[in-house]
């Protein structure tokens, strides 16, 4: 996007904490400019937002509401990629009066799905038809042949976003009945596609599906499933660190803990009667976490998803240096040190 409006011949400010990665984009274009700024100096903000015809806000979900505040205030127009949270729905009769726009979800996914699910539907309802069943499947994953962990995924856009996003629930239409999967199912059901040069991915449901029936037009719609592709061995991994509750947002304290610690710590308080199985062994904490995770959820040490997770290094008995701190922050952080894509890989979109 920097690189589109520059080459238009807009100028375009770049304001982020990271300035460097900022340079890098702008690129030495005389219609660029960097600011070093950081989400909780609001007063900048302020100013930047005044000074600019036009504000995108690419931060954490969480700041979109304080950005759009600015805007109405200084009306000027704003847009993000992320969902429309029940906050910034509250914005919309304030920014209609302001004459303001706050246009989100703009991106890939919500976005560009959005756009060409509505040429699609807008055509069959021109057409006399009508949309019976519906789906909308995005991924952004590594190409194939950079898929080469046991997750088979690099992140290709916020590391804290991905893991996050894995906490949600989910709720669609299948043949005229709902269907609610609560977080902790999230991963257990993918379905397989087959896709020419890629091979086979899995499905799992994204968030609420339902409220698209409306805003697409389609109340005649008996399925409607919004989902997200994965490479096979993503799901079984996702689903095995949710039930060890290794992406939870629980503060504990983790002073003095190793990583293997840290699991065992997570498998006493979901089984509390295998902490004195736990006393007992002598032969090592990952040997420990392996009969456990056998005995408890009938997975074994050859499964993808116990190899995935022994590779990420959540079973390594290594110090982690925290203190207070949750386990989706160490999960997340684990997996950003080593889930990157590389110099020169590819990364690749499938919708």
């Known amino acids: 996007m920097v690189r589109y409006l520059l080459e238009k011949r807009f100028s375009v400010t770049i304001a982020s904490n990271t300035p460097d990665r900022a340079a890098e984009m702008i690129a030495g274009s005389p219609n660029g400019k960097v600011v070093d700024w950081a989400a909780d100096d609001e007063s900048f903000l302020e100013r930047m937002v005044y000074e600019h015809d036009l504000t995108v806000s690419l931060l954490p979900h969480q700041f979109h509401v304080m950005v759009a505040r600015h805007c109405l205030v200084q009306k000027k127009n704003m847009v993000t990629t992320s969902y429309v949270k029940p906050e910034m729905r509250a914005l919309d009769v304030d920014a209609k009066k302001a004459g303001v726009l706050l246009l989100n979800e703009i991106g ?44 088979r995924y690099k992140f290709s856009w916020s590391p804290k976003g991905v893991v996050m996003a894995s906490n949600n629930d989910a709720l669609y239409l299948q043949n005229g009945k709902q269907v ?7 991963f257990k059901n993918p379905f397989p596609v087959g896709l020419p040069h890629v091979g086979i991915l899995e499905v799992y449901p994204n968030r609420d599906s339902l409220m698209y029936q409306s805003l697409y037009g389609i109340p005649e719609a008996q399925t409607l499933f919004r989902g997200t592709f994965r490479y096979p061995g993503w799901c079984e991994a996702l689903d095995l660190i949710k039930q060890l509750n290794l992406i939870s947002q629980d503060i504990i304290d983790m002073t003095g803990m190793t990583y293997a610690d840290m699991v065992l710590n997570q498998l006493k308080k979901i089984y509390p009667h295998s902490a004195g199985m736990i006393k007992k062994q002598t032969n090592g904490k990952t040997e420990m976490i392996k009969q456990l995770i056998s005995k408890h959820l009938s997975i074994s040490d050859t499964s993808q998803a116990f190899r995935a997770l022994k590779w990420l290094g959540l079973f390594n008995d290594v110090p982690m240096n925290r203190q207070r701190d949750s386990t989706f922050e160490v999960t997340s952080d684990l997996m950003l040190a080593r889930m990157n894509m590389r110099p020169k890989e590819r990364d690749m979109v499938v919708m």
């Open 108 to 151: 890939l996914d919500p976005g560009i799905d959005h756009m060409s699910a509505m040429r699609i539907i807008d055509h069959i309802h021109s057409t006399g038809g009508a949309v019976l069943e519906f789906y909308s499947i995005c991924g952004a994953l590594p190409a194939p042949e950079a898929a080469d962990n046991p997750f």
């Open 180 to 186: 609610a999967v609560p977080s902790k199912d999230l």
